[in-house]
């Protein structure tokens, strides 16, 4: 059972951001402090990255552990509207992995980092993405 009203409920879920989130906001900024200049949820990308570096064809994304479904299957499931989340998660699920295997099949490399992630071990993740990028940009 849940315990808000329908209206905090309401008002708590439509508060949850789809981009510009706080872990996409700090990697968003330590990069551009580091000198990376990169485009934000570009379009013209398939699946809408949240970072992409285009002329590397590199593209990063921030997913979050619950709506992208980060152990699942061992995870205590929503007990409000069960089914309505599960399939929600099922089906975020596997467009994340279309749009990998799209994004991976036209040629580019595909980095995703959990918020969590993000948030406890900053360093290691901009040191995935500067090993990938510099392996894609060779200095001369």
Same mark, same amino acid.
């Given at each position: 059972?849940?315990?808000?009203?329908?209206?905090?409920?309401?008002?708590?879920?439509?508060?949850? +951001?789809?981009?510009?989130?706080?872990?996409?906001?700090?990697?968003?900024?330590?990069?551009? %402090?580091?000198?990376?200049?990169? +485009?934000?949820?570009?379009?013209?990308?398939?699946?809408?990255?949240?970072?992409?570096? !285009?002329?590397?064809?590199?593209?990063?994304?921030?997913? %979050?552990?619950?709506?992208?479904? !980060?152990?699942?299957?061992? !995870?205590?499931?929503?007990?409000?509207?069960?089914?309505?989340?599960?399939? !929600?998660? +099922?089906?975020?699920?596997?467009?994340?992995?279309?749009?990998?295997?799209?994004?991976?099949?036209?040629?580019?490399?595909?980095? +995703?980092?959990w918020t969590n992630q993000i948030k406890?071990?900053?360093?290691?993740?901009?040191?995935?993405?500067?090993?990938?990028? %510099? %392996?894609k940009n060779p200095i001369p």
């Amino acid at each position: 059972m849940d315990n808000l009203t329908e209206d905090q409920r309401r008002k708590n879920m439509q508060a949850i +951001r789809s981009t510009g989130t706080k872990a996409e906001l700090l990697l968003m900024k330590t990069l551009w %402090s580091l000198g990376y200049r990169y +485009r934000k949820n570009n379009k013209t990308v398939f699946g809408k990255p949240d970072i992409t570096f !285009k002329k590397l064809r590199i593209a990063i994304f921030v997913d %979050s552990e619950f709506f992208h479904g !980060k152990d699942f299957e061992t !995870k205590k499931k929503p007990v409000n509207n069960a089914d309505f989340w599960e399939k !929600k998660i +099922r089906r975020n699920m596997e467009r994340d992995n279309e749009v990998n295997t799209h994004l991976i099949q036209s040629g580019w490399t595909v980095l +995703r980092f959990w918020t969590n992630q993000i948030k406890k071990d900053l360093p290691t993740v901009i040191a995935t993405i500067e090993h990938h990028l %510099s %392996s894609k940009n060779p200095i001369p």
